[in-house]
Structures are given as C-alpha cells and as structure tokens.
T-cell receptor, first 116, second 117 residues
Framework: DVKVTQSSRYLVKRTGEKVFLECVQDMDHENMFWYRQDPGLGLRLIYFSYDVKMKEKGDIPEGYSVSREKKERFSLILESASTNQTSMYLC???????????????FGPGTRLTVL | AQKVTQAQTEISVVEKEDVTLDCVYETRDTTYYLFWYKQPPSGELVFLIRRNSFDEQNEISGRYSWNFQKSTSSFNFTITASQVVDSAVYFCALSDYYGGSQGNLIFGKGTKLSVKP
C-alpha cells in the first residue's frame, strides 16, 4: 500500500516562528503536493513538485515555501508563521505515468497547525 | 476556468437510508478526470473512484455507485443502505487530462454526511 506520512499530527507554534512540515512517501512517486484545508473552503493547493528540486506554485503560495531535495520527501516551510496560517495541512503524492493517464493522489493523515 | 461545486454542505440521514451526494463541475477541457474522496473523522483523505471523461458508464462498488452525466456536467455519488461508518466528509475533484500542471486536482468544498443509528 502507498504510505504518505507527515511528521506531526498536531503542532502549536507562535507567531513569527519558522515552521517546517515534513512529508515522506514510500512509493517512489514523482509528484508531491501540499494543500491546506479550512472549513467552508475545501482543499486549496499551496505548492506542488513533479521532480526533485522542482517546485511550482499552487493557488495560495503566499507565506509559504517548499523544499524537495530527495524524491521521497517534500517539506513545507512557513518562514514566519502568522495566525491566519492556522489550518489543517495535507500532503499528497501521485505517480506520473505519462500524459495520457492520470493517477489519483494519495494523502497523508494531515497536520493540524495552530499558530498563537 | 475549472470549478467543482458541491451544493450540499451537510446531509444527515438515518442508517439504512439511501443518500446521494451531488457534484457539478465546469471545465473547458474536452478530456478530464473526476474523482471522489472520503475524509473520515481521522482526517486522512481516502480515494474512492476515478472516472475519465470518455467513460460515461455508471459504476457500482458494493453499496457505492456513481452516476456520470456529461450532458449535465455532473458526477453524483450514491450510498445505498447507509451505515454509521459512512459518516465523513466527501469531496469531489476534477483534473485536466493533459497535465502541464501534472494533474492538479480542483476540489469541491465537500459534503459532510452524518449517518445516525
């Protein structure tokens, strides 16, 4: 089974702190994604990566950055956490099998981040 | 622009009732994929089904069935004889086919289903 793990289920940080959220997948997937989930807004894409050291902005990248130094690991970084970044953060991965076939994304359990 | 609308924010049913979750999508692509995911209280999204735009056949998997109609841009999900374990938030999602974006998903806002015993 595909396994996507996230470093923490719950995290509490203070405003202005630098925050790292880690995601690891064990199925050699090329694509990895970071979403945030907020009540009434659904899932919104922050950043994604389709290869090592590659990254693309999603719909709401402001205030975030990412790092993908190894294929299996995709990190989300909050450079200076703010209270409006309190949210559930979900990581996902998917394989890439060519443009003629799209694969489902597999999700991790999520990290609920609270910024005080 | 692509968009997914799940008009039902919350639905509450009694166990053994049938329930249909609606999903309406917008896309200018002629080829695309549609998905349903389940998010139980534990938080992890679980993939349920993928459907490509070429295949309009309805699909049944146990108590779950999906009705895809291109003419109305809808991809509805029905749970027959609902159970308490079906209580979750359900998301419909859309992706374009030729992903220069590598297959990003556009999610609806979700429908929270509560099944009461």
């Amino acid at each position: 089974d595909v396994k996507v793990t996230q470093s923490s289920r719950y995290l509490v940080k203070r405003t202005g702190e630098k925050v790292f959220l880690e995601c690891v997948q064990d199925m050699d997937h090329e694509n990895m994604f970071w979403y945030r989930q907020d009540p009434g807004l659904g899932l919104r894409l922050i950043y994604f990566s389709y290869d090592v050291k590659m990254k693309e902005k999603g719909d709401i990248p402001e205030g975030y950055s990412v790092s993908r130094e190894k294929k299996e690991r995709f990190s989300l970084i909050l450079e200076s956490a703010s209270t409006n970044q309190t949210s559930m953060y979900l990581c996902a991965s998917s394989p890439y099998r060519g443009q003629e076939y799209y694969n489902e994304q597999f999700f991790g359990p999520g990290t609920r981040l609270t910024v005080l | 622009a692509q968009k997914v609308t799940q008009a039902q924010t919350e639905i509450s049913v009694v166990e053994k009732e049938d329930v249909t979750l609606d999903c309406v999508y917008e896309t200018r692509d002629t080829t695309y994929y549609l998905f349903w995911y389940k998010q139980p209280p534990s938080g992890e999204l679980v993939f349920l089904i993928r459907r490509n735009s070429f295949d309009e056949q309805n699909e049944i998997s146990g108590r779950y069935s999906w009705n895809f109609q291109k003419s109305t841009s809808s991809f509805n999900f029905t749970i027959t004889a609902s159970q308490v374990v079906d209580s979750a938030v359900y998301f419909c999602a859309l992706s374009d086919y030729y992903g220069g974006s590598q297959g990003n998903l556009i999610f609806g806002k979700g429908t929270k289903l509560s099944v009461k015993p």
